[in-house]
C-alpha cells in the first residue's frame, strides 16, 4: 500500500511539474512579447500561448489529475505524504473542482471574449466613447454572473472572484476594512489639498537621461539584493516583474525622461516582487507552489520596497548623493528636505496609475464597489459612467471631462478580471501591518536604510514571507506575522503621520 | 468517407500544428539562454526544455499520430489530400516510422549520456587530453552503430546518419563530389599558400568600437532586406540565427573590437539563414514545413551572403565608404582593392570555425572520411588524433600540435550529431551552383550590388528556394534550378577563379 501511494505520489508530482514547465515557457513569452519580440511575429506566437495554456487548463481537470487527486486525497494516503505534497494536493484539487465546473465551450467562447474585448476597450478608451465599450462588458459581466453560480460561494457572489485572487478575503471583511480606510482617507485627502504648504516639484522634471537613470536604477536593485545572476532588467511599456522560474526572476521599467521618478520607483516597486520569487524556498522550485501566495500578498512586498524604502527618508539620505551624481544637475539646488517632501508630494489625480499612496487605496474602494454591485445586480453596466463620476467626487473631490479618464482607464474589466483590484488595496494594507511588526523586530530600520544595509530587513522578509511561497495563505502570512487578521489601521496611522509631516498640517 | 477524411485531416494538421508550438516555445528558450538569461535559471529551464522535448518525441510516435497517418496514408484518401496535407503526412510518417524504431529507454540513456560527453569535452578540450574524452565518443560510436542498424538503410551504414541531415545525399555521391573537391582543392591551397603575392591583413586588427560594428551590421542587415518587423539583432558567444516562427526570425552576432570581421561576415553570414526563414510561403506558417528543408541547403543561403554579397567586390564598391565612416580611421590608407583582397585572404589553418572558403571544405572532408570509416567500423576511436593529425597534413599541410585544436576542436561529436559536418560543405557547393544559374537570369549581378540593390536576388532566392520550405527535398531544389545533381565543378571554378586573382597566379 505505501509503496503504491508512493509512485502514485511520484507521478502526481511529476504531473504538475509539467504543467509548471508549460507555465515557464508561456512566462517566457509573454515576457518576450513585451521586451522586444518582433511585431509581426505575435500572431503566431497568440496562438502558441493560446495552445500552451489550454494544454494547462486541460491537463487541471484531465482524468489523470482525476485519479491522482482522488488516490492522493483518501484518509489513508494523505497521513505518509509530506506536508508539500499535501499542500499540492489541496491546490490541485481546488483548480480540479472549479474548472470542472466551467463547460470546456463556454470557457473558451469567455476567452474569445475578452479578446476582443480588450480590442474594444482599446479602442473606446482612446476615443474616450463608453458606448462603444458597454456591449462587450455587459456580456463580460453576463458571464461572470452565470461564473459564480456556478462555482459556488457563501454569502455575496462577488466573493466566488475575490477566492481568485485573495482567497480567504470576502467581501464582508473588505466592506469593514475599505470603509474604515474610506472615512480616515477623505478627510485626510482634503486637509493635504488644502493645506497651504504645497511641497515644490518644479526640479523633479528635468532632463535625465534614459542612460544614467539605467544606471542609477542597477545600482539601487544591487543595493536592495536583488540577485542580477537570477534575473535581469529590461525596458517595456508597461512594467512589470515576472518569475520565468524561481531562478529567473526579471524586472521591466520604462524611462521618461522628463521624470526619473517613472523609472527609479518604478524598478525598486518591481524590485519587490522579484525578491519575493527570488526568496521562495528551494524546496519548491519546480511545483506551482513555488509562487506568491496572492495578489495582494505580492503587492505588499512591491509597495513595501517602493513605499518603505524609496520614499524613505533615510533611504535618500544614503542616495541622494548618488541620485545627483547620475542626474544632470537638476538637483544641485534642492535640499535634502525639499527632494524628500517633493517625492512624497500627494492629492487627488484622475488616473490610478498615477495616484500617490494616499489617494491611492481610494481608487480601488471606488472600484471595489462597483464590481461588487454589478456581480449582485445591483447595478448595470449603463449606469456606470455616472456612479463613476459621483464616486470619483465624494472620495478625491474631482471629476473626470471625459470617461476616457474615468471608467474607461484600466484594461482589468475588458479582461474580465474583476476581483483583481482590491488586491492593490491589500497591499498596502498588508505593506503597513508587516512594517509595524517590523519595526518592533528591527528598531533601528532607519539607520541600516541609511547605512544601504538591507540585509537584515530582506533576512526577515525571507523568513516572514518569501520562503513561503503558496505553502500559507495569504491571511495566515498576516497572522503569523502579527498575531492578527486584516487590519487597516497601520496604513491609516502610516498615511496621517506621514503626511501631517510633508504638509506641514 | 470524404466528409471523414476532411475531418480526419483537419484534427492531423491541429496535431502537427501543437507539436510546432512546443518547438516555437523550445527555439524561444533555446535564444534567451544565449543572449542573456540569467545563469541560475538554466538547470531549471533546461528541465523544461527537456520536458517539452520529450513531449514532441511522445506525441510523434503516439497513437493517435499513429492512427492519422494510417487514415490519411490510405490510397482513398490520398487522393483527396491537399500537397501540403500530402507533404505533412510523408515527413510525419518518416519522422513516426524511424522514432518507433528506437526504444524509448536507449533513446534517453543516450541523451544523458551526449549531455555528459558535452562537458567532458568541454573540459578534455580545454586540457587537450583526448583520453579523457575517448570514453565518452566510444559509447556515443557504439549507440549510433547499434542506431543505423535499427534505422535501417541502403548502402553504407553513415547513410542512416546523412538521411537525418540531407535526406538524398549518400556516400556513394559524398564520395564523388569530396572526392573531386579534394584533388582539386589541395593543389589550389598549395600554390596559395607559395604565392609571392600575399595580401596586407595588419590594418583589419585595428580598434572599431563594438557600437560602431553593430550601427554597421544594422545597416548592411537593412540593405540586405532583412525585415527587422519579424526579426531582431542581438549578441551571443557562438553566434546563429533562430526561426522562433516564420515572422520571428532572429539573427545574433559577437563583437570583436580588435577584428570587426567576427560581427560584420558574422551577421551577413546569419542574414542568409534568416532571409530563407522569413520568406518561406505564409500557407506553410504553423507547420513543421514551415523550415528550411535541410541543414546544407541552410548553409548554401547563408554561404551565399556570406561569399558572393560580403565577399564580392562590387558590394565593398558601394560599402567601403560606409564602413570608414563607422570604423575610427583604420582603412583611411587602404585603397578598395587591397581592403578586397584582405577581406578575401586564404590559407591552411588548423581550426575550421576560422577558416577560410577554399580551405573550409577540406577541413569538412577529412570528418566525413572519418565518421563514415568509425560508423562502418573501419577505424576506432583510439585512433582518432592519429589520424586527424596524418590527415591534416596531407590535406592542409599543417599539424596540430595538440589534440585541443585538432581532433578535439568541433562539439558535434560530443552531442552524438555524426553526419552533420557534410551539411557545410554541400552549403558551399550547392550556393555554386546556385550562383551559377543566377548569373544566367542576372547577368548584371555585379551592377546590382554597386547600386545596393539586392531586390532582384532576394526575389530570386525567394523564388528558387525560400518559399518552398520543407515542400521540395535539397536535392530537388538544386535539380529545379540548375537541371542537373550536385556538382562540386562550380565550386571549384569558383574558388580557382577568385583565388587566383587575388593572389595573382
Redesign the interface.
Known sequence: MTRNIREVEESFINFV??ME??N???S??FW?LRT??????V???S??IG??SS?VFNMSVSNEMGQYLDALSAPEAKSELSEITKKLVEESKKEYDKNKKIPADEYKEFVILTSKAENAWEEAKEKADFHSFAPYLEKIVAYLRKYVERIGYEGHPYNALLDDYEPGVTVDVLDRVFGELREKLVPLVKSVTEAPAQPKTDFLFEHFSKDKQKDFSLEILKQLQY??????LDQTVHPFAVA?????V?VTTKYDEKDFRTAVFGTIHECGHALYEQNISEEL??TPLCDGTSMGIHESQSLFCENFVGRNYSFWKKNYSLLKEYSNGQFDDVTLGDFYKAINVAGPSLIRIEADEMTYSLHIILRYEIEKALIKGEIEVKDLPQIWNDKMEEYLGIRPSHDGEGVLQDVHWSGGALGYFPSYALGYIYASQIKNKMNEDIPNYDELMEEGNFTPIKEWLIEHVHQHGKMKKPLEIIEDITGEGLNPKYLIEYLEKKYKSVYEL
Open positions: 511539474k509539467k514547465s508549460y515557464e515557457a508561456i517566457l513569452m518576450d522586444g519580440a518582433p511585431k509581426k511575429g500572431e503566431q506566437r496562438e502558441t495552445m500552451l494544454e540577485d542580477f545572476e537570477a534575473g535581469r520565468i522560474n524561481r531562478n529567473d526579471r522550485i519546480g
